[in-house]
Nanobody, 124 residues
């Protein structure tokens, strides 16, 4: 059984930074694409970023491009989301997910395991 556990969320002022972590267990982490999604109150879950198994390929939503950076450490079974220049509109619950497919994708249906989420609040 795959488990994904996010951490690192919290309250930060606009312009600040946070680093989220997602620790994975249950299957060979280094074989799978990992993604981050977010869901703001009253809105649908949206794609943030994804990274392939080696870290060589990444994909970002336009709304976070240039501000957020995804990375992974396969030796630690962990994926990270470095969030800089945060804006109030980044406020959401952030979820990491693991994809059963071998390609980086923004499609939620491609991800078969999800974490419980960590809350990020950006104050203005």
């Amino acid at each position: 059984q795959v488990q994904l556990v996010e951490s690192g969320g919290g309250l930060v002022q606009a312009g600040g930074s946070l680093r989220l972590s997602c620790a994975a267990s249950g299957r060979t982490f280094g074989r799978y694409v990992m993604g981050w999604f977010r869901q703001a109150p009253g809105k649908e879950r949206e794609f943030v970023t994804a990274i392939n198994w080696s870290g060589a390929t990444t994909y970002y939503a336009d709304s976070v491009k240039g501000r957020f950076t995804i990375s992974r450490d396969n030796a630690k079974n962990t994926v990270y989301l470095q969030m800089d220049s945060l804006k109030p509109e980044d406020t959401a619950d952030y979820y990491c997910a693991q994809s059963k497919l071998g390609v980086v994708t923004s499609t939620p249906a491609a991800y078969d395991y999800w974490g419980q989420g960590t809350q990020v609040t950006v104050s203005s």
